[in-house]
């Protein structure tokens, strides 16, 4: 079982940035496949950019080069990161954290980040 909490979302203009944590409860290095997710309104749930234990990312093509996942600090093994730069109001959405372990996911609640033009 792992708890997942999203905080870092807020409201911020085209062009700015904002860093979204994921907190688990469980040390990030014990989870296969960390991620980040999100849904727009009207829209299916899309994948934003994974992490693997083996430090392995993937990102969406729509985010490559202004997003960044990165893993734990050397003070805090568990929380994941998702950094944000030149933000779109197309990136309005809902971010969900998702942790993959074996053949299970498990969801965060989710964070709302508006991006105004």
């Known amino acids: 079982q792992v708890q997942l909490v999203e905080s870092g979302g807020g409201v911020v203009q085209a062009g700015g940035s904002l860093r979204l944590s994921c907190a688990a409860s469980?040390?990030?290095?014990?989870?296969?496949?960390i991620g980040w997710y999100r849904q727009a309104p009207g829209k299916q749930r899309e994948l934003v950019a994974t992490?693997?234990?083996?430090?392995?990312?993937?990102?969406a093509d729509s985010v490559k080069g202004r997003f960044t996942i990165s893993r734990y600090n050397p003070r805090n093994t568990n929380t994941v990161y998702l950094q944000m730069d030149s933000l779109k109001p197309e990136d309005t959405a809902v971010y969900y954290c998702?942790?993959?372990?074996?053949?299970?996911?498990?969801w965060g609640q989710g964070t709302q980040v508006t991006v105004s033009s």
């Open positions: 992490l693997t234990t083996g430090r392995t990312t993937n990102y």
């Open positions: 469980k040390s990030i290095l014990s989870i296969d496949v």
């Open positions: 998702r942790a993959d372990t074996g053949p299970t996911n498990y």
